[in-house]
């Protein structure tokens, strides 16, 4: 299942209770489903708990019925309300005259509570949402064919203190958010807390993932100076070694010859360990380029 049908899923798992989030829960799925008019309602949708939902948001917001629900079964489900009584109640609920006819407005009087507005968002986001899931990228939206809905809506969100942003696709306004936490936060608002901790752990996860590949990268980068450096002095030895200069040498810079042809691979810090006694890093540093120093002589 998807990250979105699993927000969804999640969302629904909550009761429908109290009538005024249940009004404000429906006009947020009517308005940002495929047709609301007043002539015809129509939701198309994958989720088959969010079908499931609205016999029972509508009963309890409206106090009507769904004249028709098809599809399901692995393709999605299409529910429509074409009765003119049925319609009349649902704009007589969320307060619109027959002035509001051509283009939609959102009431904010549906939307005054707290409650009301997280049951609008929920219903916004069951009908016309999706979210990417949270390995891919940071995305959710909401979709509205209505102009004024889009505009209005998105004033509602600032309103409550989110960051939305706002684009055109085709003939749809679309809201989105872009910003893992602003995503986090919506959707804890609308009712899927569980969601918003898996963006919350995937972030967690790539941030860690960031961290020990950058390890892992100068871990790496300093093996090959390691590695540079010390074939540089096996060189400067082995120079000594054809010119019959290095057992003429002091037996400090003899010894240091041989214990770095002994041991190429380790570092400065390893290969002081291998003296006895222990010498000093820069100590071991000086004789090293002195050795380098007598064979480019
Ligand atoms: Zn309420």
Redesign the pocket.
């Known amino acids: 299942m998807s990250f979105s049908s699993n927000a969804k899923e999640e969302i629904c798992r909550a009761a429908v209770n109290?009538r005024?989030?249940a009004l404000?829960e429906s006009y947020g799925v009517l308005l940002f489903c495929n047709t609301f008019s007043r002539t015809r309602v129509r939701i198309v949708t994958e989720s088959t708990p969010f079908a499931q939902r609205i016999p029972k948001l509508f009963k309890k917001a409206f106090g009507i019925e769904p004249d028709s629900i098809t599809g399901g079964e692995g393709s999605k489900y299409t529910i429509e309300i074409r009765e003119r009584s049925s319609i009349a109640r649902i704009f007589d609920a969320i307060g619109y005259g027959e002035e509001r006819d051509v283009a939609l407005h959102l009431n904010l009087g549906v939307v005054e509570?707290e409650?009301?507005r997280a049951?609008f968002l929920r219903g916004a986001f069951l009908s016309g949402g999706s979210a990417t899931s949270p390995e891919k990228n940071y995305h959710l939206e909401l979709l509205t064919s209505h102009y004024y809905v889009s505009r209005e809506a998105f004033a509602l969100l600032l309103d409550m203190g989110f960051e939305p942003k706002a684009s055109k696709r085709k003939s749809n306004y679309v809201i989105y958010f872009k910003s893992s936490e602003q995503i986090e936060n919506f959707l804890t608002k609308a009712g899927a807390p569980v969601a918003a901790m898996t963006i919350m752990s995937a972030k967690v996860e790539k941030e860690l993932n960031n961290r020990v590949n950058r390890r892992i990268n100068c871990d790496a980068a300093n093996a090959d100076r390691t590695v540079d450096a010390a074939q540089e002095q096996l060189e400067a030895i082995a120079a000594l070694r054809r010119a019959g200069i290095l057992e003429t040498l002091p037996e400090k810079l003899q010894e240091t010859a041989r214990l770095r042809e002994m041991y190429p691979e380790l570092s400065l810090n390893q290969l002081c360990e291998m003296f006895q006694p222990q010498v000093s890093k820069s100590c071991l540093n000086h004789r090293l380029r002195k050795l380098s120093e007598l064979a480019r002589k």
């Open positions: 109290k005024c989030c404000a509570e409650c009301c049951a």
